[in-house]
């Protein structure tokens, strides 16, 4: 896919020099914006789809798609979690305060940042994310996002985002480095009423899970592997994954755990 860079109209010298650094991290062209819509930009410039460097974030914008970073729903998770009510991702990741944890699909880090605000301070959250543009926008995100609460930004704070595929990252790693390993893959049964994932598919690693990757994940996490799965998608199956968290209704989602 054809990338380049630019900001938003009459920008300002430190969002010209934000562009230019990250067209050099991306490798990447920066194209100046003038006074151009972006449809002519795309035109003139030969371009499928640009990151546009906007004040408060950045946008990854194509003919039909537009992805950026927010909170999603981890601060209703996490309100949810508060309030003591049943939720079955936490039960199926079975965290504790100081534990460390590998998020493989990192995305948005929608959830990494739920697991973030579990383990607390003393614990550590490093998510994946294969996509170097995905990982720009949501490092990016999580560093410069303010519309939270001040104890949410110290959960946000603590992710790691490594650009890397969680195939070379999980070989990289010893033995027993974390305790739970995470799986979020995109769901082969879309859920087309959520925006902000379908904006961001076009753009994702979206090859299943291997077997020889859960052998993998279970080598280097000292708990449990947990994945993330839609009821009747056959992926459990496949995976031979006999453990279970969620609702057992068709198209729900649920949380398959595979104990060390």
Known sequence: MNIAITTTRNPDESLINKAYGISKELDIPYVKRGNYSIK?????????????VEKDKIVLKGED????????????KMKAIKEGLNQPMVEAMDLKSGDRVLD??????????????IVGENG??????VNKY????TKNGLKYYEDVDAQTKIFMDMIDVINSSYEDYILSMPDDSFDVVYFDPMFKIPNKKSVSINALRPFA???GLKKE??????????NRVVIKERVGSGEFERLGIQKCYGNSKFGSIAYGVIEK
Do not use: Y
């Not at 002519?40 to 546009?52: A, D, H, V, Y």
């Not at 550590?124 to 994310?129: I, L, Q, R």
């Open 213 to 222: 990757t859960l052998m993998e994940a279970l080598r280097v996490c000292k």
């Open 40 to 52: 002519k930009i795309s035109e003139m410039n030969k371009i499928e789809c640009f990151l546009f």
């Open 124 to 129: 550590m959250v490093v998510g994946t994310e």
């Open 104 to 117: 493989c699909t990192l995305g948005l880090a929608t959830d990494a940042i739920v697991f973030a605000s």
């Open 134 to 137: 995905i990982a720009c926008i």
């Open 65 to 76: 798609n537009a992805f950026f970073w927010h909170p999603n729903t981890s601060e209703i």
């Open 205 to 207: 690693h979206q090859e």
